[in-house]
């Protein structure tokens, strides 16, 4: 049985309660007790990367470290092609200290009106990382890709979801349901990575 296995819980390496919520029904078949990292306590690193891998591997090392136990972390954003890619690692940041993704979502749109774009290309990229306390730190990626469609429409998911809509599709993630985001999203994308390479399936 691989190291990550030999447990019975998991810390999640985040304090977004939306990821926790998605990563924990990612996560509930495989028989792990999940714990959140603001429940037990742990602090909320400062993400100093300018990568989404870079940011993920030090919130999952830092938990790892901080409570003993194996830690998933998840960094992710959103990337407009553009705005070469922003907001990206700066996707929480752009809804400032109050988490206002209303005032995110239309800074976005700004952005594309001032340079007059016609493309509403995007993307939604999420890295797991996955930290054993003993130090080895496996990485996953996973994309969406999509357009972006003004004005926000749809009360499910959080962050850029109301103007996110995945290809091939006409809602946007906050108009689907949570079993029908998890069916194509990033983060679900990335999170069959790493069931793969950890649990064989
Ligand atoms: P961070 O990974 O904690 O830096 O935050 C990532 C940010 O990207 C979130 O706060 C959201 O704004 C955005 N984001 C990541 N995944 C999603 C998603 O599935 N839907 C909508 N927004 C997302």
């Given at each position: 049985?691989?190291?990550?296995?030999?447990?019975?819980s998991?810390v999640?390496?985040?304090?977004n309660?939306?990821?926790?919520k998605?990563?924990?029904?990612?996560?509930a078949?495989r028989?792990?007790?999940v714990?959140?990292?603001g429940a037990l306590g742990?602090?909320?690193?400062e993400?100093t990367?300018n990568s989404?891998?870079?940011n993920?591997?030090?919130?999952?090392?830092a938990?790892?470290?901080a409570?003993?136990?194996?830690s998933?972390?998840?960094?992710?954003?959103?990337?407009v092609?553009a705005?070469?890619?922003?907001?990206?690692v700066?996707s929480?940041r752009w809804?400032?200290?109050?988490k206002?993704f209303?005032?995110a979502?239309?800074r976005?749109r700004r952005?594309?009106?001032?340079?007059?774009?016609?493309?509403?290309?995007?993307r939604?990229?999420?890295?797991l990382a996955?930290?054993?306390?003993d130090?080895?730190?496996r990485?996953y990626e996973?994309e969406v890709r999509g357009?972006?469609?003004?004005?926000p429409?749809?009360?499910h998911?959080?962050?850029?979801?109301?103007?996110f809509?995945?290809e091939?599709?006409?809602?946007?993630?906050a108009?689907m349901?949570a079993a029908a985001k998890?069916?194509?999203?990033?983060r679900a994308?990335a999170f069959?990575?790493?069931t793969?390479?950890?649990?064989g399936?």
């Amino acid at each position: 049985m691989n190291v990550f296995i030999r447990t019975d819980s998991w810390v999640l390496a985040s304090h977004n309660p939306g990821k926790i919520k998605e990563l924990e029904a990612l996560l509930a078949p495989r028989g792990l007790t999940v714990l959140g990292a603001g429940a037990l306590g742990l602090p909320e690193p400062e993400e100093t990367e300018n990568s989404f891998s870079g940011n993920a591997r030090l919130k999952a090392e830092a938990a790892a470290h901080a409570s003993g136990r194996v830690s998933l972390a998840d960094d992710s954003g959103l990337s407009v092609d553009a705005l070469g890619g922003a907001p990206g690692v700066y996707s929480a940041r752009w809804a400032g200290p109050d988490k206002d993704f209303t005032a995110a979502m239309e800074r976005v749109r700004r952005e594309l009106e001032a340079k007059g774009a016609k493309d509403f290309g995007a993307r939604f990229v999420c890295v797991l990382a996955l930290a054993h306390p003993d130090g080895e730190t496996r990485l996953y990626e996973g994309e969406v890709r999509g357009t972006l469609s003004f004005p926000p429409r749809g009360e499910h998911g959080f962050g850029y979801d109301p103007v996110f809509v995945p290809e091939g599709h006409e809602l946007t993630f906050a108009q689907m349901d949570a079993a029908a985001k998890r069916a194509m999203s990033h983060r679900a994308r990335a999170f069959a990575a790493m069931t793969a390479d950890v649990f064989g399936a």
